[in-house]
């Protein structure tokens, strides 16, 4: 009898630990399926070769000035590219003058998967790693100012204990200035307190122009795309196996404030900052990390990939802006599909800004072709549609009905 009740107890105990692993193995896909359609699951790399090499999308576009002009630069200080949606939204609206341009130059139809769309978007998203030009004679006054050159000098004006900023090589880009402010910003401030001098604060644009001012006396030629491609993934690694997320959360980071930022003006926050941080509560407890290589590269896209998740949206909004928009005459008032348009409803699949961009690069042109032969303006998107109309898409009938009962 015994022995029956150990039996039954561990069939028990077996039953639930298999139903523990399940629902830990549903949850986890869920999540899987969740990370794919919202963070940067494309490598930049891949998306820079497709972009300048394979595609052909270099022949027409530039990316901070770096290919063709026929059409405009996809680069961030162009297009303020905010988010996914937005980069999607423009693609949508653009797509019928960018069909009609590459039907009269008689330019080959690249043929892009969604993996390649992916790893495209990737690149185009972290291509903000070059800034906006900063302003050289503020720059130069600023060096003075904030007085830089009690230690360095540019172009031999200025001097101290440390080196010649313009003799330095690989500080004059964006990514690489950024590291060596960090890197170097301990040795400053031992420096600072022994010379009495007040620790410098940059506002604004100020770190920009100081960068200007740099470059300007730099000798050689800069590679701008040199530290483009980066892995936002290792980045995330990097901040949470060098304790950044003891002192800063993904939720701060992702405040509207520091999404406005760019690289080099957060190289200004850091740097105004660092004095406080490595004398705060937690800075017994941390080393302080040094960044090599791509570390920062890397880091910066981490950064970056919290602004890339997608918006939480309304089905019925975007059932609405379905309908509003003509989608609904093509595809049906439930984008069940008609005679003249497939269905895409989702079925077991989720949608998201990438699969629509997949689908209007393969099949746009065709129903940019239909839409004419209808006498039907294209449709555009502002960036908030995007989100409502792929929940719409994603969400079961029922779920829209609920959404218009509880309005």
Partial sequence: MRIKRGILVWLIAAVGSSSLLTATLVRQQRYAKLHWSTFIVGDPGIGARLFFEKDGCAHCHSVNGVGGSLAPDLGFSS???TGLNNVVSSMWNHAPRMW???????????????????????????????????????????????????????????????????SMEGIDTPIRWTQAMWNHAASVEKDVERMHLPWPHFEGREMNDLLAYVRANCCGQRHETELLPANPERGRKLFESNSCSVCHSAA?????????????????????????????????????????????????????????????????????????????????????????????????????????????????????????????AWPTMNESDVADVMVFLNSRPEEVANAWRTR
């Fill in 79 to 81: 297009t303020q590219l």
């Fill in 100 to 166: 009609e341009r590459m039907r009269a130059e008689k330019i080959r139809y690249p043929d892009l998967n969604n993996e390649d769309m992916t790893h495209l978007f990737a690149f185009l998203y972290t291509a903000h790693y070059v800034d906006e030009r900063g302003d050289e004679e503020n720059g130069r006054r600023l060096f003075q100012k904030k007085a830089c050159g009690s230690c360095h000098a540019v172009g031999g004006q200025g001097g101290g204990p440390g080196p010649d900023l313009s």
């Fill in 252 to 376: 701060e980071l992702d405040s509207g404030r520091q999404r406005s930022l760019s690289v080099v003006q957060l190289a200004g926050l850091a740097w105004n900052h660092s004095p406080a941080t490595w004398r705060g509560p937690n800075a017994r407890l941390l080393a302080r990390p040094a960044l090599q290589g791509q570390d920062t590269a890397d880091l910066v896209a981490f950064l970056a990939s919290l602004g890339y998740f997608d918006p939480a949206g309304s089905p019925s909004r975007g059932q609405m802006l379905f309908s509003d928009r003509g989608c609904s005459y093509c595809h049906g008032d439930r984008a069940q599909g008609t005679q003249a348009g497939p269905a895409i409803r989702s079925r077991g699949r989720s949608l998201n800004a990438i699969t629509l961009a997949t689908a209007l690069w393969q099949h746009g042109s065709e129903m940019y072709r239909r839409s004419r032969e209808l006498g039907r």
